[in-house]
């Protein structure tokens, strides 16, 4: 069911034109239908040449092209025989070269667009927004803002034991992958399917990077024996899979992160042994032998992933890892460039009865006091415009069954709970996006039970 107008609004004595009633058929290939209150033309046994007409038709008293015009076209179809189709073009007869087409096309969006589709618009219905290929990127130009509606329960991800972390990221050319326990998995079909198996030991936190056109997988293992490794992983794009590249001493090792300072690429690991103190090391790439060393011993205590430890009203601050990503940002710089070397800076600490998230800036810190439950991991994420934080409630004393809630900021509220989600020994929270829609998936710490969360907007 077509029907088909085009709208000249160059000039204000322009009226909307009926292409389609240009290029009916004769009476028995077309009938009049209607569909949900809406009427249109059915045909039937009508050739595509059939339907054209020369321009000149329309382009009566000038042959350029109006400035502005509309195209608008309402179309019912219970399918395409090709994966795209041109409901109207305009044709350069003597040429055959196309100069202005209305495709519809079925199946998965084409981010980014190619060369040849520079200057082209593309609406989507299922992103409710209007794009423009510059550059090889699809620049929205009409969008309707998602809102967050509720969230739903999508995917049970069974794991061989515990698990601490999950990390979620894309691998070029192959798609998206997320590692967690001991394996990771491809997105496939609009699931998380094994994908391959990678032997660890207690492992406490995945942390992928790339450097130069390399991607790598770190997994921070945490089982105390007599010589602790962890173990860095390669990206073989012959193979199409993780190869071991590198192993690193490491002394029940809680976490990693990876940054770079001018040309230079660093590994941090943040290590732990309960009970004393233990330095966290630094490492950094070198170039010449293409294998991480050791680059500066820091002392931490106790050391934790996070950038502030677990604190009561009663107890003082910690300090844990002085190289949070966070604060790396800032430091960076100032002290590497000066010295050559890592100092220990005094972070801004929260001290609340409940947990303080804390916003650094240079000299201000904001602090927003939720209440939780042995908070051990926050994630942040939007939706449209809306800015959200998932929090990983782990145990309240007597149980691990709890509920980890998400909060939207609301201003001058601050972050207020929208939604109760109920989880089990919840570890970490990931947010991730795919063509299906955006998701969060959490780990848990004290079940083979891993879950992803698809959240539905409107």
Known sequence: MVTPVLLCVSSLDLLPLDLLARVLPRP???????????????????????????????FTNCDFFPEEFSLVATVKTSGLSARSEYILSLVEEAADRLLLGLRLRVGPAPPPCSGTQQGQLWFSPERRGLFICTANTWIPLLQNQQRLDYVEDYQDVYTSSETFDVEVFPVPSEGLFMATANRYG????????LYQNI?????????????????????????????ELSVIYLWSVRRRRFVRYQTLETHAALDWEAFRILNDSFLVVANHRRGRNINST???LNRLTQSFIRFQDIP????????????????TPTPSIALHPMLLQVLQPKYFNLFHSF?????????????????????????VCVCVCS??????????????????????GSSYSLNSVIYRWQGYEGFVPVHSLPTFGCRDWEHFSTDEGAFLIYSSATSRLSKVFKLKTY
């Open 300 to 315: 931490t205590h106790r050391c934790t992933p996070s950038a502030l430890t677990p604190s009561t009203a009663s107890s």
């Open 186 to 193: 491809q997105w496939r079909a609009g699931r998380f399917e």
């Open 282 to 284: 630094v490492y950094e």
């Open 199 to 227: 032997s660890t030991q207690e492992a406490r936190a995945w942390k992928h990077f790339t450097i130069d056109d390399k991607l790598f997988l770190v997994v921070a293992n945490s089982r105390e024996s007599e010589r």
């Open 343 to 367: 100092k220990y800076f005094n972070p801004f600490y929260c001290l609340k009865e409940n947990r303080g998230l804390c916003i650094f800036n240079v000299c201000v810190c904001v602090c």
């Open 375 to 396: 908070a051990v991991d926050w994630e942040f994420f939007t939706v449209g415009e809306q800015k959200f934080l998932v929090v990983a409630n782990s145990h309240d």
């Open 28 to 58: 028995g290939q077309v009938r009049i239908v209607q569909s949900r209150g809406s009427r249109g033309l059915r045909l039937a046994g009508a050739s595509t040449t059939a339907l054209s007409f020369p321009a000149s038709q329309i």
